[in-house]
């Protein structure tokens, strides 16, 4: 048993270097027939659903809504909703974890049509609501994601006409807010219309959704192609499609961008969805889109002109992804300011160059490029964890103004409009 039990963990150990997902301990084949537990399942019609469980050495196993579900003592412990235990008003665990036993078991288990009842060893009584721990079971968040989206190449984006809302009913009703919110969610960029063409109103918008993110650029920024900055932005180069602040180790949420002034031509902005680009790369190669989640990366902004002087170096691999359910949710993607490759051996190296290549392709393919000429009175919201932006070069003066936000805090809003997010 003993030897049995140690390889076990060694093989969770070795899935844990290796980086990979870790899944609950399934009962074992030989495990059963060492408990002195009851291994017979308990049966309990529910609200016409069927509920059985099954008291087991090391997990307490649930069916419950069409779910089977393994959950560990100390969890059960530990996520206990009564008055001493969590304060629901403030909704704060009151419980000291640390002072649970490692190795708690309830003494006692009963179940009615809705409720589960554990009496713990000191007479403490936890209920769960079934359908709460459906909710929040491992097994029932593995097959959810948090950010329903939808993907886009050039047509898809089209075809869905999505609306721009206007600046009035932004700023002035929940309905208008609400709707600029769905749509940014869902494809990761958003007009509003109608704004006057001011640095200032484009600040009152900003800040109807989120705080500001102020960042080396200042708080609300404004720049032309003067080279005031030690980046090819402030130029009027053209600028393939990527991501910004890639070398934060958060890089920014969302982006805003307000044309207020072009009289010249080009300067068109380019928009490409990263995720739809990953997805294929999913679909093509999955191995690649694994490395590309893996191989951590450097991204630096080494500035040093005028009276700016910056350093600063972001780490993180391309792709992020939630490893409970593998949904991307952040891309890094700026071949500008990718700094040196050197926290991975050069056969992986070689391995993360051909997949960064199959990325590239995806986001270079023509039918995913979504062009726009921005314009004074339009304001473009774009997530920048998602979306691409590049832009045409361009002649004579053009002038663009915007900010950076806090994702946290657009999230929030989102959520608080009752937007899942
Ligand atoms: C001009 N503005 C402040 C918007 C951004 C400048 C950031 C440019 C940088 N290369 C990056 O991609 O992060
Ligand atoms: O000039 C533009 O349209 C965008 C430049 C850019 O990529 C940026 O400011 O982040
Ligand atoms: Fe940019």
């Given at each position: 048993?003993?030897?049995?039990?140690?390889?076990?963990?060694?093989?969770?150990?070795?899935?844990?270097?290796k980086?990979g997902v870790?899944?609950p301990?399934?009962?074992?084949?030989?495990?059963?027939?060492?408990?002195?537990?009851a291994?017979?399942?308990?049966?309990?019609?529910?609200?016409?659903?069927?509920?059985?469980?099954?008291?087991?050495?090391?997990?307490?196993?649930?069916?419950?809504?069409?779910?089977v579900?393994?959950?560990d003592?100390?969890?059960?412990?530990?996520?206990?909703?009564?008055?001493?235990c969590?304060?629901?008003?403030?909704?704060?665990?009151?419980?000291?974890?640390a002072?649970?036993?490692l190795?708690?078991?309830?003494k006692?288990?009963?179940?009615?049509?809705?409720?589960?009842?554990?009496?713990?060893?000191?007479?403490?009584?936890?209920k769960y609501?079934?359908?709460?721990?459906v909710?929040?079971?491992?097994e029932?968040?593995?097959?959810?994601?948090?950010?329903?989206?939808?993907?886009?190449?050039?047509?898809?984006?089209?075809?869905?006409?999505v609306?721009?809302?206007d600046?009035?009913?932004?700023?002035?009703?929940?309905?208008?807010?609400?709707?600029?919110?769905q749509?940014?969610?869902?494809?990761?960029?958003?007009?509003?219309?109608?704004?006057?063409p001011?640095?200032?109103?484009?600040?009152?918008?900003?800040?109807?959704?989120?705080?500001i993110?102020?960042t080396?650029?200042?708080?609300?920024?404004?720049f032309?192609?003067?080279?005031?900055?030690?980046?090819?932005?402030?130029?009027?180069?053209?600028?393939?499609?990527?991501?910004?602040?890639?070398?934060?180790q958060?890089?920014?949420?969302?982006?805003?961008?307000?044309?207020?002034?072009?009289?010249?031509?080009g300067?068109?902005?380019?928009?490409?969805?990263g995720?739809?680009?990953?997805?294929?790369?999913?679909?093509?190669?999955p191995?690649?889109?694994?490395?590309?989640?893996?191989?951590?990366?450097?991204?630096?902004?080494?500035?040093?002109?005028?009276?700016?002087?910056?350093?600063?170096?972001?780490?993180?691999?391309?792709?992020?992804?939630?490893p409970?359910?593998?949904?991307?949710?952040?891309?890094?993607?700026?071949?500008?300011?990718?700094?040196v490759?050197?926290?991975v051996p050069?056969?992986?190296?070689?391995?993360?160059?051909?997949a960064?290549r199959?990325?590239?392709?995806?986001?270079r393919?023509?039918?995913n490029?979504?062009?726009?000429k921005l314009?004074?009175?339009?304001?473009?919201?774009?997530?920048?964890?998602r979306?691409?932006?590049?832009?045409?070069?361009?002649?004579?003066?053009?002038?663009?103004?915007?900010?950076?936000?806090?994702?946290?805090?657009?999230?929030n809003?989102?959520?608080?409009?009752?937007?899942?997010?």
């Amino acid at each position: 048993m003993w030897y049995h039990r140690l390889s076990h963990l060694q093989s969770r150990l070795q899935d844990l270097l290796k980086g990979g997902v870790i899944y609950p301990a399934l009962p074992q084949p030989n495990f059963k027939s060492l408990l002195p537990l009851a291994v017979h399942w308990h049966h309990t019609v529910s609200k016409s659903l069927t509920c059985a469980w099954q008291q087991h050495e090391d997990h307490f196993e649930l069916k419950y809504a069409n779910t089977v579900m393994r959950f560990d003592y100390v969890w059960l412990r530990d996520h206990c909703r009564s008055a001493s235990c969590y304060n629901s008003k403030t909704h704060q665990r009151s419980l000291d974890t640390a002072s649970v036993d490692l190795c708690i078991k309830p003494k006692n288990i009963r179940l009615d049509e809705t409720t589960l009842f554990f009496t713990w060893p000191d007479g403490h009584v936890t209920k769960y609501d079934l359908n709460w721990l459906v909710k929040n079971s491992y097994e029932g968040q593995k097959q959810k994601v948090i950010q329903p989206r939808i993907l886009w190449n050039a047509e898809i984006y089209q075809q869905a006409q999505v609306p721009y809302v206007d600046c009035q009913s932004f700023l002035e009703t929940n309905e208008g807010l609400k709707k600029f919110l769905q749509n940014f969610l869902l494809y990761g960029i958003a007009f509003v219309e109608n704004v006057p063409p001011t640095q200032e109103h484009t600040e009152k918008l900003a800040e109807r959704i989120s705080l500001i993110r102020e960042t080396i650029y200042g708080r609300m920024w404004y720049f032309t192609s003067d080279f005031s900055r030690g980046d090819t932005a402030y130029t009027k180069l053209a600028l393939d499609r990527h991501t910004d602040t890639t070398y934060f180790q958060e890089p920014c949420g969302i982006q805003v961008f307000h044309c207020l002034k072009h009289e010249g031509t080009g300067g068109r902005t380019l928009l490409v969805d990263g995720f739809y680009a990953a997805e294929q790369v999913l679909q093509k190669a999955p191995e690649e889109f694994e490395l590309l989640s893996k191989v951590p990366l450097k991204h630096e902004y080494i500035e040093d002109v005028g009276e700016c002087h910056n350093h600063m170096i972001g780490v993180g691999p391309v792709l992020n992804i939630y490893p409970w359910n593998k949904e991307l949710y952040l891309i890094r993607y700026n071949n500008y300011d990718r700094a040196v490759i050197n926290t991975v051996p050069y056969d992986v190296v070689h391995r993360w160059y051909t997949a960064h290549r199959t990325l590239t392709i995806e986001l270079r393919r023509p039918e995913n490029e979504f062009w726009v000429k921005l314009k004074p009175g339009r304001v473009l919201f774009i997530d920048n964890w998602r979306v691409l932006h590049g832009r045409e070069c361009f002649t004579g003066y053009r002038q663009l103004c915007g900010c950076y936000l806090t994702r946290d805090d657009v999230l929030n809003t989102a959520r608080l409009l009752g937007l899942q997010a």
